[in-house]
């Protein structure tokens, strides 16, 4: 099946930093989506990306989807105590009757020292 | 609109106990889909459902059971709970394409 491969799984900065995460995929996709999850609760859509080469902001959040339809960003900039979370890339590939599936990555842990 | 909500919040069974984890969602999504999260495993699809009638297994569908005989609930069902299955569920909806709204999650341990 496909694969996503997410980096870092963790990270500890400091408020006010920037802060890069990524993903890379084995397979193409069409569709790339940033969800961030809080503490006991489910994750909630950031981002979705729908063409390669697209760059889309959403206030402090910035990501893109890869020309090479395999890897997709997430930058934060001036990180703030409540960027505290986990954040997921999923990617989804149009095909046939199973074109609603994503398949998600593991996560990135990012934790912001005030 | 509630969204996309769940029940029971949290759960305890013994081994070889069923349950039914309830899923409802109230903004006419076609698309419905179940979801397991271990610790670093991030997110991993059971079943899904395209519409009502149809049902379809994910990456990790053994000894769960799905219906869908609605467009708004999206019932999951263990048959015979294992220790294996202690996790957080999710059920997610959405319209069409990826943009999936996730519910706030059943967290479920079996003894």
């Known amino acids: 099946g496909q694969q996503l491969n997410q980096s870092p799984q963790s990270m500890f900065i400091q408020e006010g930093e920037d802060v890069s995460m990524n993903c890379t995929s084995s397979?193409?996709?069409?569709?790339w989506l940033w969800y961030k999850q809080d503490p006991g609760e489910g994750p909630v859509l950031l981002i979705a990306?729908?063409?390669?080469?697209e760059l889309t902001s959403n206030g402090r959040l910035t990501a893109q989807f890869g020309i090479t339809r395999k890897d997709s960003f997430l930058n934060i900039s001036a990180s703030i105590p409540s960027d505290v979370g986990i954040y997921f890339c999923?990617?989804?590939?149009?095909?046939?009757?199973?074109?609603?599936?994503?398949?998600f990555g593991k996560g990135t842990l990012l934790t912001v020292n005030p | 609109n509630a969204g996309v909500t769940q029940t029971p919040k949290f759960q305890v069974l013994k081994t070889g106990q069923s349950m039914t984890l309830q899923c409802a969602q109230d903004?006419?999504?076609?698309?419905m889909s179940w979801y397991r999260q271990d610790p670093g495993m991030g997110l991993r699809l059971i079943h899904y459902?395209?519409?009502?009638?149809?049902?379809d297994q994910g990456e990790v569908p053994n000894g769960y059971n799905v219906s869908r005989s609605t467009t708004e609930d999206f019932p999951l069902r263990l048959l015979s709970a294992a220790p294996s299955q202690t996790s957080v569920y999710f059920c997610?909806?959405?319209?069409?394409?990826?943009?999936?709204?996730f519910g706030p999650g059943t967290r479920l341990t079996v003894l």
């Open positions: 997610a909806s959405s319209r069409a394409g990826a943009e999936q709204f």
């Open positions: 397979s193409i996709f069409n569709t």
């Open positions: 990306l729908y063409k390669a080469g």
């Open positions: 999923a990617g989804q590939l149009v095909s046939g009757g199973s074109n609603y599936k994503l398949t």
């Open positions: 903004m006419n999504h076609e698309y």
């Open positions: 459902s395209v519409g009502a009638g149809i049902t």
